[in-house]
């Protein structure tokens, strides 16, 4: 009998899930997503590994619940104006693009996301759904304002921030900083959510 068809499920919350969550980000920081394993964070978290099995179905559920733990409550910020709201949902709390953890969190997820598709099914679920529907709450709010083009087309614009963000992280090697964010935001995303899409007859069309 597996660990998952036992007719008991032991509930595992406040401090003591805190700290087998804590212990997994540990093991994925330091061995990466294809090493990490149930018994080497049952070990670090001195837990059973039926503990585990019985709260969380297996190693993807249980990644994506320590990263969501360290995300902390994903809400909706309200600060009046599109930049602010942005601003805040990239910038404010814990576990950003800064913390030296979260990149490397953020690096083994993105591996794991290309190996292995039971993780990314579970990670697109429960992390990035989520995320998704944040940032479409926080432009169309934005849109209501006025603040966005009638026309512009959120699947396209609304990822563009993070797009550009990571982009400058992995490859280029950047601090994310509240004024690197706020210089993507001036420059690129919010002229790009105001103006709206360029008119098809005039994409190819040369200034004088």
Known sequence: MTPTETGTRPRVAGEREMEIYQATLQVL?????DLLTMDAVATRAKAS?????????????????AILAYKGESVVP???????????????????????????????VVTAMARDPEFAEVYRRDF?????ETSRAIYERARERGEVHPDADLAVLAPALAGIVLHRAFLLGD?????????VLDEVVLPAAL?????????HSRPS
């Open 29 to 33: 920081d330091e061995v990466g997503y």
């Open 195 to 203: 103006h709206g899409p360029v008119a098809s007859g005039s994409r």
């Open 49 to 65: 590994k039926a503990t585990l099995y019985r709260r969380w179905k297996g190693k993807p559920e249980l990644v994506v619940a």
């Open 78 to 108: 309200d600060t009046g104006s599109l930049r602010g709201d942005l601003l805040a949902a990239y910038c404010g709390g814990d576990g950003g693009l800064g913390d030296p953890l979260a990149r490397s969190v953020l690096s083994a």
């Open 175 to 183: 601090a994310v900083t509240p004024e690197l964010v706020g210089r």
């Open 128 to 132: 990035i759904g989520p995320k998704i």
